[in-house]
T-cell receptor, first 113, second 114 residues
């Protein structure tokens, strides 16, 4: 069955620390991958996406993610987090037939100043 | 406001009652999705529409759940004979076209079943 798993439920970092959130997917065929973010009190919004091409994709606010096909992974990274990055982060995937996005359970990131 | 609009924002109901939620997508978006989210979990896909056609409904949680998008614009999600386990945030999202899966989410309807 198609699924997305996120390894970390809650991550706590100090400002300026580096961030890496894990995401693995289970999909047959070609897959599209996404990271969404939900800041406190706000809607879910797209952070970045990978469809094809360069496996290192850059998103908004200094985030990037790397697609590693051999590991079925799409980990999210940021070299130096800020307090304003405190949010819930969701990895999501669908296949290129355009089926609906399936989300992981999410990772809560808490950044202390 | 040109975002995705959901109504109501909150709904409190007694077990066994029927509830209906409405979603108005961004006007030029032809795909509309319903998700459910409970505390500590990611959005759980329920169903989606391409214009007025419901393309996937096998993930609706039971036959008590149904969704419509009669004219390809707004959509409704109905839950019949609500149960306490239905308590959750129900999210609607829309996207412009096939292959562009940037979803624009609404604020959701928080359902509490007493």
């Amino acid at each position: 069955a198609q699924s997305v798993s996120q390894h970390n439920h809650h991550v706590i970092l100090s400002e300026a620390a580096s961030l890496e959130l894990g995401c693995n997917y289970s999909y047959g065929g070609t897959v599209n991958l996404f990271w969404y973010v939900q800041y406190p009190g706000q809607h879910l919004q797209l952070l970045l996406k990978y469809f094809s091409g360069d496996p290192l994709v850059k998103g908004i606010k200094g985030f990037e993610a790397e697609f590693i096909k051999s590991k079925f992974s799409f980990n999210l990274r940021k070299p130096s987090v800020q307090w304003s990055d405190t949010a819930e982060y969701f990895c999501a995937a669908n296949n290129q037939a355009g089926t609906a996005l399936i989300f992981g359970k999410g990772t809560t990131l808490s950044v202390s100043s | 406001d040109t975002g995705v609009s959901q109504d109501p924002r909150h709904k409190i109901t007694k077990r066994g009652q029927n509830v209906t939620f409405r979603c108005d997508p961004i006007s030029e978006h032809n795909r509309l999705y319903w998700y459910r989210q409970t505390l500590g979990q990611g959005p759980e896909f329920l169903t989606y529409f391409q214009n007025e056609a419901q393309l996937e409904k096998s993930r609706l949680l039971s036959d008590r759940f149904s969704a419509e998008r009669p004219k390809g614009s707004f959509s409704t999600l109905e839950i019949q004979r609500t149960e306490q386990g239905d308590s959750a945030m129900y999210l609607c999202a829309s996207s412009p076209r096939i292959g562009n899966e940037k979803l624009f989410f609404g604020s959701g309807t928080q359902l509490s079943v007493l």
